[in-house]
C-alpha cells in the first residue's frame, strides 16, 4: 500500500504462474498483476432490459493493457489490447457483458470461472451507471507496478430499479442440534425487525412435531412463534435420516412451503449467521434480475464429471470437491470446473426455484388436491436418496458431526452450483454481489466484534452460542446492532429472557 496516493495496487505477481486476478466494480476495472489489466473503456445504452429490434445498436469496448508472457516488472507494457462486443436486438446487457468478459478471459487465456469474476466486475459497473448512458471510464493508468485501481470500500450508490418484492423471506433450517437450534429465534428476529425480511424456519425431525414440555426444543418453538412470529414449518424426517442433510438442502425447496406464493421472494441463510446491513439485502440490490447470488466466489471450484454441466444438473453427487484454484491455458469452453456457490446467500422469486429445482407447478396442484402432505419433505428426501444412495442418505452422522463425511457436508451447495449453472439465465440474469472476505464479516474464527458496525455485512455467531463465554461475547453485537433502533431496549431484554430460558431448559 502506498498511503500518500489514493489509489491502491491491489496485487502484484513476478510470473504469469502466480498471477492474481482482483476486481475494482466501481470503475469496471480488473487487474490481472504483472500480466496486465483491463477496463470497461465505454458503456453506451446500458439498459438491464434486451433491447428492441428498431434500437440503434451500441457496443461495449474494452481495453486491455498486457505485457508478454513470462516478462518482467521492468520489460513495459504492450500496445493496448481492444475488446469490442455489439449488443444484438433482442440481447441484454448482462449477455453482451458476458461476451466480453470471455474474450477477455481468452486473451489471457483464462477460463471460465476467471471469466465469471471479470464478467461480475463488469456487471456491477454497467448496473451502477445504466442512468448515464455514454459513460465513458478513465483511461486505464499504467506504471511499472502494474495498473492501479481503488480500494474495494468506495461506496456503492443505490440501483434504479423496479419496487422490491411484495414478500421477502430468509429461509433457515436446523435440526435438534443445540449449536444452531438456540440462534434460530434470534436470527429471525434480526431478519424481521432490523433487515425488513419474514423469517421462513423450517425445523427438520419428527421430535419438532411435539417437543416435551419445557425443554429447549420447546423454548425454540414459542420463541419463534409466540415472540418472533416467524413462519414456522417442521419436516418431520425420521432418525432414519439424515437430519443434518436434510435441514442444509430443504432450503432449495423452501418453494414447497405451505402458503409460499410464486412471487415470494426467497432467500437461503444459515441458523448461525446474523445479517447487518440492511442496504446490502434490500436497496443496493438488482431487482429486476432473476437471482442473487451472494459472495459467489468465496468456495473453491467443485469439478465436473466427464458429462460436462448437464450431467451435474441431474446428478449432483457426481460434482465433487477440489478443483483447480486456478485454470489457465486451456480455454473457457474447456473449463471443467463449477463455480462453488455458498448457500449464505441465494435469492429467487419461488417461481424461479421451482425453475431452478425441476419442480411442476401442475404436478405439485394434482398431489395436493390428492390429499398428499409434506411435499417438501418428499422432495427433499428423495433428493438426498438420489444423489447419495439409500445406505448414506438415512445414514445420520448424530450430532451433526458435518465433517465426518465433506462430501455429504457440502451436497446443498454442490445441487445449488448445478442448477444454476444449468439455468437458462446463467449468468446474465444474475446478479453476484461483491464481498471482500473477513473485510466485511465478523466471523467467529478470530471473533472481535468492532466499534462500528459500518460496512459490515453479517456476522458468523460463534459456537455454541448458548454457552456463557460464547453468549457474552456475541451479545455486545446484538446489542450494537439494535441500538439505533426505536425500542432497543426492549428487544435486548427479549433476547435476554430467551437465552436464559434456553439455558435453564438445556441445564435440565
Same mark, same amino acid.
Given at each position: 500500500?502506498?498511503?500518500?496516493?489514493?489509489?491502491?495496487?491491489?496485487?502484484?505477481?513476478?510470473?504469469?504462474?502466480?498471477?492474481?486476478?482482483?476486481?475494482?466494480?466501481?470503475?469496471?476495472?480488473?487487474?490481472?498483476?504483472?500480466?496486465?489489466?483491463?477496463?470497461?473503456?465505454?458503456?453506451?445504452?446500458?439498459?438491464?432490459?434486451?433491447?428492441?429490434?428498431?434500437?440503434?445498436?451500441?457496443?461495449?469496448?474494452?481495453?486491455?493493457?498486457?505485457?508478454?508472457?513470462?516478462?518482467?516488472?521492468?520489460?513495459?507494457?504492450?500496445?493496448?489490447?481492444?475488446?469490442?462486443?455489439?449488443?444484438?436486438?433482442?440481447?441484454?446487457?448482462?449477455?453482451?457483458?458476458?461476451?466480453?468478459?470471455?474474450?477477455?478471459?481468452?486473451?489471457?487465456?483464462?477460463?471460465?470461472?476467471?471469466?465469471?469474476?471479470?464478467?461480475?466486475?463488469?456487471?456491477?459497473?454497467?448496473?451502477?451507471?445504466?442512468?448515464?448512458?455514454?459513460?465513458?471510464?478513465?483511461?486505464?493508468?499504467?506504471?511499472?507496478?502494474?495498473?492501479?485501481?481503488?480500494?474495494?470500500?468506495?461506496?456503492?450508490?443505490?440501483?434504479?430499479?423496479?419496487?422490491?418484492?411484495?414478500?421477502?423471506?430468509?429461509?433457515?433450517?436446523?435440526?435438534?442440534?443445540?449449536?444452531?437450534?438456540?440462534?434460530?429465534?434470534?436470527?429471525?428476529?434480526?431478519?424481521?425487525?432490523?433487515?425488513?425480511?419474514?423469517?421462513?424456519?423450517?425445523?427438520?425431525?419428527?421430535?419438532?412435531?411435539?417437543?416435551?414440555?419445557?425443554?429447549?426444543?420447546?423454548?425454540?418453538?414459542?420463541?419463534?412463534?409466540?415472540?418472533?412470529?416467524? &413462519? @414456522? /414449518?417442521?419436516? !418431520? =424426517? %425420521?432418525?432414519?435420516?439424515?437430519?443434518?442433510?436434510? #435441514?442444509?438442502?430443504?432450503? *432449495?425447496?423452501?418453494c414447497l412451503a405451505d402458503g409460499i406464493q410464486d412471487q415470494d421472494y426467497l432467500l437461503?441463510?444459515?441458523?448461525?449467521?446474523?445479517?447487518?446491513?440492511?442496504?446490502?439485502?434490500?436497496?443496493?440490490?438488482?431487482?429486476?434480475?432473476?437471482?442473487?447470488?451472494?459472495?459467489?466466489?468465496?468456495?473453491?471450484?467443485?469439478?465436473?464429471?466427464?458429462?460436462?454441466?448437464?450431467?451435474?444438473?441431474?446428478?449432483?453427487? &457426481? @460434482? /465433487?470437491?477440489? !478443483? =483447480? %484454484?486456478?485454470?489457465?491455458?486451456?480455454?473457457?469452453? #474447456?473449463?471443467?470446473?463449477? *463455480?462453488?456457490?455458498?448457500?449464505?446467500?441465494?435469492?429467487?422469486?419461488?417461481?424461479?426455484?421451482?425453475?431452478?429445482?425441476?419442480?411442476?407447478?401442475?404436478?405439485?396442484?394434482?398431489?395436493?388436491?390428492?390429499?398428499?402432505?409434506?411435499?417438501?419433505?418428499?422432495?427433499?428426501?428423495?433428493?438426498?436418496?438420489?444423489?447419495?444412495?439409500?445406505?448414506?442418505?438415512?445414514?445420520?452422522?448424530g450430532d451433526n458431526h458435518r465433517h465426518a463425511d465433506m462430501d455429504m457436508w457440502h451436497? %446443498?451447495?454442490?445441487?445449488?452450483?448445478?442448477?444454476? #449453472?444449468?439455468?437458462?439465465?446463467?449468468?446474465?440474469?444474475?446478479?453476484?454481489?461483491?464481498?471482500?472476505?473477513?473485510?466485511?464479516?465478523?466471523?467467529?474464527?478470530?471473533?472481535?466484534?468492532?466499534?462500528?458496525?459500518?460496512?459490515?455485512?453479517?456476522?458468523?455467531?460463534?459456537?455454541?452460542?448458548?454457552?456463557?463465554?460464547?453468549?457474552?461475547?456475541?451479545?455486545?453485537?446484538?446489542?450494537?446492532?439494535?441500538?439505533?433502533?426505536?425500542?432497543?431496549?426492549?428487544?435486548?431484554?427479549?433476547?435476554?429472557?430467551?437465552?436464559?430460558?434456553?439455558?435453564?431448559?438445556?441445564?435440565?
Amino acid at each position: 500500500r502506498e498511503e500518500s496516493k489514493p489509489d491502491v495496487v491491489l496485487a502484484q505477481a513476478l510470473s504469469f504462474r502466480v498471477v492474481h486476478l482482483v476486481t475494482s466494480p466501481h470503475r469496471g476495472a480488473v487487474s490481472f498483476g504483472a500480466r496486465g489489466g483491463c477496463r470497461l473503456q465505454s458503456l453506451q445504452s446500458a439498459s438491464s432490459s434486451p433491447l428492441p429490434s428498431t434500437s440503434p445498436r451500441p457496443s461495449l469496448v474494452v481495453k486491455c493493457l498486457m505485457r508478454p508472457l513470462g516478462s518482467t516488472l521492468e520489460a513495459g507494457w504492450e500496445e493496448e489490447e481492444v475488446v469490442e462486443v455489439e449488443v444484438v436486438a433482442g440481447q441484454s446487457i448482462g449477455a453482451a457483458l458476458y461476451a466480453a468478459a470471455v474474450e477477455v478471459a481468452q486473451l489471457f487465456e483464462l477460463a471460465r470461472i476467471e471469466a465469471l469474476q471479470i464478467w461480475q466486475c463488469f456487471d456491477e459497473y454497467a448496473t451502477h451507471h445504466q442512468h448515464a448512458p455514454h459513460q465513458h471510464a478513465p483511461h486505464l493508468h499504467a506504471s511499472h507496478e502494474g495498473p492501479r485501481y481503488p480500494t474495494p470500500a468506495t461506496p456503492t450508490p443505490s440501483i434504479p430499479q423496479s419496487a422490491t418484492p411484495p414478500r421477502r423471506w430468509a429461509v433457515m433450517a436446523a435440526n435438534d442440534n443445540a449449536d444452531y437450534a438456540f440462534y434460530l429465534p434470534i436470527v429471525a428476529y434480526i431478519w424481521q425487525r432490523v433487515m425488513g425480511y419474514s423469517a421462513l424456519v423450517l425445523l427438520v425431525g419428527d421430535v419438532w412435531l411435539s417437543p416435551p414440555p419445557h425443554s429447549r426444543l420447546a423454548v425454540v418453538v414459542a420463541a419463534l412463534r409466540e415472540q418472533v412470529g416467524a &413462519k @414456522v /414449518q417442521v419436516i !418431520a =424426517s %425420521d432418525a432414519s435420516f439424515n437430519t443434518a442433510a436434510v #435441514a442444509q438442502v430443504a432450503r *432449495l425447496y423452501a418453494c414447497l412451503a405451505d402458503g409460499i406464493q410464486d412471487q415470494d421472494y426467497l432467500l437461503t441463510t444459515d441458523a448461525d449467521l446474523i445479517p447487518l446491513s440492511q442496504p446490502h439485502f434490500s436497496t443496493l440490490r438488482n431487482w429486476n434480475r432473476s437471482i442473487h447470488l451472494y459472495n459467489a466466489f468465496c468456495c473453491a471450484p467443485l469439478q465436473l464429471p466427464e458429462g460436462g454441466i448437464e450431467e451435474a444438473k441431474d446428478t449432483c453427487s &457426481k @460434482v /465433487q470437491l477440489g !478443483a =483447480s %484454484d486456478v485454470l489457465r491455458g486451456g480455454g473457457v469452453e #474447456a473449463d471443467d470446473r463449477l *463455480l462453488h456457490l455458498p448457500i449464505s446467500y441465494a435469492g429467487a422469486a419461488a417461481s424461479t426455484w421451482r425453475e431452478l429445482m425441476g419442480l411442476s407447478h401442475d404436478e405439485e396442484r394434482t398431489l395436493r388436491e390428492s390429499g398428499v402432505t409434506q411435499l417438501l419433505r418428499l422432495a427433499v428426501e428423495a433428493r438426498l436418496l438420489n444423489d447419495l444412495g439409500p445406505e448414506r442418505a438415512r445414514m445420520n452422522l448424530g450430532d451433526n458431526h458435518r465433517h465426518a463425511d465433506m462430501d455429504m457436508w457440502h451436497l %446443498d451447495q454442490r445441487v445449488l452450483s448445478a442448477k444454476v #449453472a444449468a439455468w437458462e439465465g446463467f449468468p446474465h440474469d444474475t446478479e453476484m454481489t461483491t464481498r471482500y472476505g473477513h473485510r466485511d464479516r465478523v466471523d467467529r474464527m478470530h471473533w472481535l466484534v468492532p466499534e462500528s458496525l459500518e460496512g459490515y455485512i453479517d456476522a458468523h455467531l460463534p459456537q455454541p452460542g448458548f454457552s456463557r463465554e460464547n453468549w457474552e461475547a456475541t451479545r455486545p453485537l446484538l446489542q450494537q446492532l439494535l441500538q439505533p433502533l426505536d425500542h432497543s431496549t426492549e428487544m435486548l431484554a427479549w433476547i435476554d429472557k430467551y437465552h436464559s430460558a434456553f439455558v435453564a431448559a438445556y441445564a435440565d
